[in-house]
């Protein structure tokens, strides 16, 4: 075995793939050629699903990774065309039939050297991550930039998983909450809330996960994700995949008329596409409404209320936004934010740095948090990238856990005021975080050109002089007064020395 990270497997990969000379390999035939091989390698794994199809695996089951392989390699180039057809016709349908996986997204290379020289890569590869991070999960995350970079047109994105499980501690779910997670991705939100509830010891049933993606080959690479940690433990069959993992395509079915197949949630997160639809996207996915979106953010923000609306328990959302939202000049952006403060209790507003999404983006974001309780009518801001000295991350050095062990404290803190404002005082504000306060029933009151902006300016910083005591104060002033009278009487003596020098000239 050779120990390699994930990204540095995902790169001598592709260069492997690449470098086939019948022709220019799109990233999306590199993901259809690693994905179910990857998903086959740790199908043999325990604790990594394998017992999840255990009652599945009956005699038509001989593709165990540890004994496939060596029988492929064994048979060589002059039997490739043959196992070709055999992975084509049995062994592709069948992951279909087990695990809902669809043939289209897996392919087999046509040269028997390349494929040989691809399934010995992924064999003796054991997968390390210098953060601890979860392997399987970045090599699906990585396999999702793949896709991001090579069509960015579809918005795909790859959250870095500290952000994934801050939001995820920051709304903290459990075994009684409906997660559900709009543009899933690859379902790391959904495994951070399964995992949370875990740690807490309150585990929720996975059939209460909820995921959707416009994308069809996310979809396939989110239920590889999934099946690999073990969700759905009771059933699977490409129904019983679909029921249980629920993840479909959001943008291609109405946002507005789901007809009840996600359930009203009580918890959602997501990191929606960020940018503008085109044109022929808005026509094809807007909603009769009065007024019209051109941005993917709206239309996912007015989607979750929608979920959250018939769900009468504390319902909650934390979604990744762009400053478009928060402090567009636009009308129909003017108009959404107004409804926001009017209708949504806005919990925390979290300022990030500058972060690479993909390989191919690097977005200013933010973080907004809201929930269904009566307005509080004040916003907790905290300006992470200043606290982190305007630090620009990478898609491979990304931003970690550490980074937002302060700001957890402070939502502690502010949680903790929230519930009982007249026990716990509101967190100091500092240069890095302040309260915002606004009062919908002035808004009438306010200019028609008022921006209602979600990204006020943080207050000013007390000065030295602000912050001192009366009695300090004015010493602070009598210790000037001298130093001023001390500066005149040294001009003074300057001027009268130069005065008796001209004269005796």
Same mark, same amino acid.
């Given at each position: 075995?050779?120990?390699?990270?994930?990204?540095?497997?995902?790169?001598?990969?592709?260069?492997?793939?690449?470098?086939?000379?019948?022709?220019?390999?799109?990233?999306?035939?590199?993901?259809?050629?690693?994905?179910?091989?990857?998903?086959?390698?740790?199908?043999?794994?325990?604790?990594?699903?394998?017992?999840?199809?255990?009652?599945?695996?009956?005699?038509?089951?001989?593709?165990?990774?540890?004994?496939?392989?060596?029988?492929?390699?064994?048979?060589?180039?002059?039997?490739?065309?043959?196992?070709?057809?055999?992975?084509?016709?049995?062994?592709?349908?069948?992951?279909?039939?087990?695990?809902?996986?669809?043939?289209?997204?897996?392919?087999?290379?046509?040269?028997?050297?390349?494929?040989?020289?691809?399934?010995?890569?992924?064999?003796?590869?054991?997968?390390?991550?210098?953060?601890?991070?979860?392997?399987?999960?970045? %090599?699906?995350?990585? $396999?999702?930039? #793949?896709?991001? @970079?090579?069509?960015?047109?579809?918005? !795909?994105?790859?959250? =870095? +998983?500290?952000?994934?499980?801050?939001?995820?501690?920051?709304?903290?779910?459990?075994?009684?909450?409906?997660?559900?997670?709009?543009?899933?991705?690859?379902?790391?939100?959904?495994?951070?809330?399964?995992?949370?509830?875990?740690?807490?010891?309150?585990?929720?049933?996975?059939?209460?996960?909820?995921?959707?993606?416009?994308?069809?080959?996310?979809?396939?690479?989110?239920?590889?994700?999934?099946?690999?940690?073990?969700?759905?433990?009771?059933?699977?069959?490409?129904?019983?995949?679909?029921?249980?993992?629920?993840?479909?395509?959001? %943008?291609?079915?109405? $946002?507005?008329? #789901?007809?009840? @197949?996600?359930?009203?949630?009580?918890? !959602?997160?997501?990191? =929606? +596409?960020?940018?503008?639809?085109?044109?022929?996207?808005?026509?094809?996915?807007?909603?009769?409404?009065?007024?019209?979106?051109?941005?993917?953010?709206?239309?996912?923000?007015?989607?979750?209320?929608?979920?959250?609306?018939?769900?009468?328990?504390?319902?909650?959302?934390?979604?990744?936004?762009?400053?478009?939202?928060?402090?567009?000049?636009?009308?129909?952006?003017?108009?959404?934010?107004?409804?926001?403060?009017?209708?949504?209790?806005?919990?925390?507003?979290?300022?990030?740095?500058?972060?690479?999404?993909?390989?191919?983006?690097?977005?200013?974001?933010? $973080?907004?948090?809201?929930?269904?309780?009566?307005?509080?009518?004040?916003?907790?801001?905290?300006?992470?990238?200043?606290?982190?000295?305007?630090?620009?991350?990478?898609?491979?050095?990304?931003?970690?856990?550490?980074?937002?062990?302060?700001?957890?404290?402070?939502?502690?803190?502010?949680?903790?005021?929230?519930?009982?404002?007249?026990?716990?005082?509101?967190?100091?504000?500092?240069?890095?975080?302040?309260?915002?306060?606004?009062?919908?029933?002035?808004?009438?009151?306010?200019?028609?050109?008022?921006?209602?902006?979600?990204?006020?300016?943080?207050?000013?910083?007390?000065?030295?002089?602000?912050?001192?005591?009366?009695?300090?104060?004015?010493?602070?002033?009598?210790?000037?007064?001298?130093?001023?009278?001390?500066?005149?009487?040294?001009?003074?003596?300057?001027?009268?020395?130069?005065?008796?020098?001209?004269?005796?000239?």
């Amino acid at each position: 075995m050779r120990k390699i990270p994930v990204h540095a497997f995902i790169h001598e990969a592709t260069q492997l793939l690449k470098a086939d000379s019948t022709g220019i390999i799109s990233n999306k035939d590199i993901v259809k050629q690693l994905a179910w091989l990857l998903f086959l390698k740790h199908l043999d794994k325990p604790g990594n699903g394998q017992e999840l199809f255990a009652s599945q695996k009956q005699e038509g089951w001989h593709y165990s990774w540890s004994t496939w392989v060596p029988r492929v390699l064994q048979q060589g180039a002059t039997h490739f065309e043959e196992c070709r057809r055999s992975l084509r016709e049995e062994l592709h349908p069948l992951l279909g039939k087990l695990f809902g996986l669809k043939s289209e997204y897996m392919e087999i290379n046509k040269k028997f050297e390349i494929f040989q020289r691809l399934i010995q890569l992924i064999d003796e590869a054991e997968f390390i991550s210098k953060s601890g991070e979860d392997c399987i999960a970045q %090599l699906y995350s990585a $396999l999702l930039a #793949l896709l991001a @970079e090579e069509d960015k047109k579809k918005g !795909i994105f790859a959250t =870095p +998983p500290a952000i994934t499980r801050f939001m995820v501690q920051i709304l903290d779910p459990g075994s009684e909450d409906i997660v559900y997670d709009p543009a899933c991705g690859t379902g790391d939100f959904l495994l951070a809330a399964e995992r949370h509830c875990t740690q807490k010891k309150d585990a929720i049933d996975t059939n209460r996960l909820y995921g959707r993606d416009s994308v069809e080959e996310v979809v396939q690479l989110a239920r590889m994700n999934m099946l690999l940690h073990g969700i759905n433990a009771e059933q699977v069959q490409q129904q019983a995949v679909e029921s249980a993992l629920r993840i479909e395509d959001t %943008l291609n079915r109405p $946002l507005f008329y #789901l007809n009840g @197949e996600v359930p009203d949630a009580s918890v !959602i997160m997501m990191h =929606p +596409p960020l940018g503008r639809y085109s044109s022929k996207a808005k026509d094809a996915h807007s909603p009769k409404s009065s007024v019209s979106f051109d941005c993917y953010e709206a239309w996912f923000l007015q989607h979750s209320w929608r979920k959250m609306q018939g769900y009468t328990a504390y319902a909650r959302c934390g979604m990744v936004v762009s400053s478009a939202i928060l402090d567009g000049r636009e009308k129909q952006k003017i108009q959404l934010r107004k409804e926001i403060l009017q209708k949504w209790n806005i919990l925390m507003v979290v300022w990030l740095p500058e972060i690479a999404f993909s390989p191919t983006s690097s977005e200013r974001t933010f $973080l907004l948090f809201f929930d269904k309780r009566p307005l509080t009518k004040k916003i907790l801001h905290y300006n992470l990238a200043s606290r982190l000295g305007n630090r620009t991350y990478t898609y491979t050095e990304s931003i970690q856990d550490s980074d937002f062990a302060e700001i957890l404290e402070t939502w502690k803190h502010w949680k903790a005021h929230l519930e009982s404002p007249e026990q716990i005082q509101e967190p100091d504000q500092t240069e890095f975080r302040w309260i915002m306060r606004y009062d919908p029933q002035t808004f009438d009151w306010l200019p028609a050109h008022d921006p209602y902006t979600l990204l006020p300016l943080p207050p000013s910083t007390p000065s030295q002089e602000e912050q001192l005591s009366p009695d300090e104060l004015l010493r602070q002033i009598e210790k000037n007064h001298l130093q001023q009278r001390q500066h005149i009487q040294r001009l003074q003596e300057l001027l009268s020395r130069f005065s008796k020098e001209g004269n005796n000239v």
